[in-house]
T-cell receptor
Framework: GAVVSQHPSRVICKSGTSVKIECRSLDFQATTMFWYRQFPKQSLMLMAT?????????EQGVEKDKFLINHASLTLSTLTVTSAHPEDSSFYICSAKTQEDTEAFFGQGTRLTVV | GNSVTQMEGPVTLSEEAFLTINCTYT??????LFWYVQYPGEGLQLLLK?????DKGSNKGFEATYRKETTSFHLEKGSVQVSDSAVYFCALSALSSGSARQLTFGSGTQLTVLP
């Protein structure tokens, strides 16, 4: 299957700083990428959908100024958590797909800890 | 809207026991159905899928049949192994706003297999 690489896998940052997470599709062009967060023992919650070259669509309740998403190319999307706080600590996962395919491929996830 | 209801866990089984994890869904149109597995500390991996009614997805000894009449997609395995211990997510992909199909996840079921 297609490969999606997410980096970093783990990051610890200080409260008030910003953290950037990258999501790359390694062997296919991803017209759409999705960003999810997962709280302990809970399911994945969709945060936003990004299409290459256009602004991301955020789910209700997700602060677009706090979670900046950039999808500048067909193989790369980034999520920047700005002015991070301890409550932003979570597992963030991206997925990528082509426009027509029903299957999405997931990155390995990023464990963010804000101290 | 779309939703996935999944059997609550955690589920603990002995090795070689039979596994069933129930999953029912609500969706408009004709969704595709998926089971994803998440091993500790890792991202989601697609386990199996079915794209139309009566399709059976299978992989690694796991099976699930797309039942439109009961709107279900139960996951089964005849003989579980310790290495199957993970969190299992049922998901559907149906048309949403825009051109991309988003995944809607169930809450996940933690499976622990004891030797």
């Amino acid at each position: 299957g297609a490969v999606v690489s997410q980096h970093p896998s783990r990051v610890i940052c200080k409260s008030g700083t910003s953290v950037k997470i990258e999501c790359r599709s390694l062997d296919f062009q991803a017209t759409t990428m999705f960003w999810y967060r997962q709280f302990p023992k809970q399911s994945l919650m969709l945060m936003a959908t990004s299409n290459e070259g256009s602004k991301a669509t955020y789910e209700q309740g997700v602060e677009k100024d706090k979670f900046l998403i950039n999808h500048a190319s067909l193989t790369l999307s980034t999520l920047t958590v700005t002015s991070a706080h301890p409550e932003d600590s979570s597992f963030y996962i991206c997925s990528a797909k082509t426009q027509e395919d029903t299957e999405a491929f997931f990155g390995q996830g990023t464990r963010l800890t804000v101290v | 809207g779309n939703s996935v209801t999944q059997m609550e866990g955690p589920v603990t089984l002995s090795e070689e026991a039979f596994l069933t994890i129930n999953c029912t869904y609500t969706a408009t149109g004709y969704p595709s159905l998926f089971w994803y597995v998440q091993y500790p500390g890792e991202g989601l991996q697609l386990l199996l899928k079915a794209t139309k009614a009566d399709d059976k997805g299978s992989n690694k000894g796991f099976e699930a049949t797309y039942r439109k009449e009961t709107t279900s997609f139960h996951l089964e395995k005849g003989s579980v192994q310790v290495s199957d211990s993970a969190v299992y997510f049922c998901a559907l992909s149906a048309l949403s706003s825009g051109s991309a199909r988003q995944l809607t996840f169930g809450s996940g079921t933690q499976l622990t297999v004891l030797p």
